[in-house]
């Protein structure tokens, strides 16, 4: 029987629309693998068998009745687990949530509920978004596919994972600072953060509002483009949605050339604190474009030293506020502490048992930024930062047409390696944090391996506001580039995973 969980998504939407594969067959591929590898991998916190087969099943009979359909329609997709869904639980990775169901599905899962796309499951995640390797999960971490002692990345290692270890053909993730582009970094997937507000955040469990946005995970540049035009829109349930769609980000990718595209190498995020194997794999993919015709110049974004600092206080205070609604009274669990219990009693031990580690770090750091006498002193003086980001941003753009950096320092780290020094994990989104500052799209594509620890290395470019078509139009010039140099996608030069899941089991 031919394996069709190894074709990307604008392979397969062509053999269901010819009839070759039928939804329900390619689901149960997918779902197969999933009870195969999921054990050990940790990519799906929950996942959703019978919903899925019904829907395909639905798929393959208005199909054969010969009713026009969506494209993407008996695609099957994953989901990361802090969006809402009305039919599997949403615990954004955390204890506070478990086994909470909700009573609306969030506009990106109705939009794929639309297109008849069958969601395998939920996809695990740091707990409320919170991390950068998917070790704060309250349920355990997600394993990289590449190696499994490795990190996939965070936030949304699980989606990242269950893409690039051919658990998923597609996977919806959310970047608050990185946490798309970083797990495609690590695993040798795509991940793209659109436009500020091109996706709707409604149904989305909010880390930090200002910076929160949903995009696409995908095996190559093509299929995170035929995903974002599937689920960006205006929505009236989301007062940040932008009022006009960005769409045609497929037809995007079909330009491949990149002939007098200027392309900026933003200085400050490269060479020094970057491992030499991903310096190396950048040099040469900056190298490839020039050879292709583009024209390359240096960027200076003197305020992108500050980002981090400035980022980890502006999401803290507003994480603080998000999650001040699980009070033990209105959602979420509750905790009952011996004695005589008070309210004040009831919520400290509920929110004791309920967050974890990283979380009680961020709201207390938040809460104190917030707090009197200190509002103006850090938070006040982050926002300021983030206005130069921006500006920053704004002066390159006229003259660069793209942005370009590697899209993390190093590549994936061992699991527990940086548990302990939370300033060290919080360094890894030096490259991605200034995108969601400004609210300027990102994308993140495999450029190769480290040639000394034959891991994936990631390459990050960022366009203008509502320029996301740019960012898809280089991508794919580059992925044709590299793939003609290689003769096969990125992935499949990576190790197989049923080897890997029997070495440990």
């Not at 030293?305 to 959602?331: G, H, Q, T």
Request: glycine content about 10%; proline content about 5%.
């Amino acid at each position: 029987m031919t394996d069709y969980t190894r074709k990307s998504a604008t392979e397969l939407v062509a053999l269901l629309q010819a009839g070759t594969v039928t939804s329900v067959e390619l689901t149960q591929q997918f779902l197969d693998r999933i009870d195969a590898f999921n054990g050990v991998v940790n990519a799906y916190l929950h996942v959703s068998a019978e919903s899925a087969l019904a829907t395909a099943a639905e798929v393959d009979r208005r199909r054969a009745s010969g009713e026009a359909l969506p494209k993407l329609a008996g695609l099957p997709i994953a989901v990361k687990d802090n969006l809402t869904t009305t039919d599997a639980p949403t615990t954004a990775g955390s204890k506070m949530l478990e086994g909470y169901v909700a009573a609306y599905d969030a506009t990106v899962v109705k939009k794929l509920r639309d297109n008849l796309m069958p969601i395998l499951g939920k996809t695990n995640l740091d707990e409320f978004a919170m991390g950068s390797s998917t070790e704060n999960s309250a349920f355990g971490p997600t394993r990289n596919t590449w190696s499994l002692d490795r990190i996939p990345g965070g936030s949304g290692g699980g989606s990242a994972a269950a893409v690039g270890g051919y658990l998923a053909p597609l996977a919806i993730g959310s970047d608050t600072g990185g946490s798309i582009r970083f797990p495609a970094s690590m695993t040798g997937t795509v991940g793209t953060k659109p436009t500020y507000g091109a996706v709707s955040r409604y149904g989305l469990i909010a880390l930090a509002s200002s910076l929160d946005q949903i995009g696409p995970v995908a095996r190559s540049v093509a299929d995170a483009a035929l995903l974002q035009d599937v689920i960006a829109g205006h929505d009236p349930h989301d007062s940040t949605s932008l009022p006009n769609a960005l769409d045609n980000m497929l037809a995007a990718t079909e330009n491949k050339s990149v002939a007098g595209l200027r392309i900026g190498v933003i200085k400050q995020l490269t060479g020094e604190g970057f491992q030499a194997g991903v310096q190396q794999r950048f040099d040469e993919s900056i190298e490839a474009l020039k050879a292709a015709g583009a024209q390359i110049v240096e960027v200076d974004c003197p305020s992108f030293e500050y980002a981090v600092a400035a980022y980890y206080l502006i999401l803290p205070a507003e994480a603080s506020s998000n999650l001040a609604k699980f009070d033990s009274v209105r959602f979420g669990l509750r905790v009952t502490p011996e004695g005589s219990p008070t309210i004040e009693r009831v919520m400290a031990a509920t929110r004791e048992a309920g967050f974890g580690p990283e979380v009680k770090r961020r709201i207390i750091l938040g809460t104190y930024a917030l707090s009197s006498g200190y509002y103006d002193a850090y938070y006040g003086s982050a926002q300021k930062v983030r206005t130069l980001i921006q500006r920053d941003f704004a002066k390159a753009f006229e003259v660069a047409d793209v942005l370009v950096s590697p899209t993390a320092p190093t590549t994936a780290f061992k699991l527990g390696e940086k548990v302990s020094d939370p300033i060290a994990m919080y360094l890894n989104d030096i490259a991605t944090i200034p995108a969601n500052l400004a609210g300027v799209p990102g994308i993140s594509l495999p450029i190769g391996v480290a040639p000394e620890d034959g891991l994936p290395v990631g390459i990050q470019f960022l366009a203008p506001a509502m320029e996301d078509a740019r960012l898809y139009q280089v991508g794919a010039a580059l992925e044709e580039i590299l793939e003609q140099k290689w003769g096969k996608t990125m992935l499949e030069t990576g190790p197989d995973l049923a080897t890997l899941v029997s070495e440990v089991k």
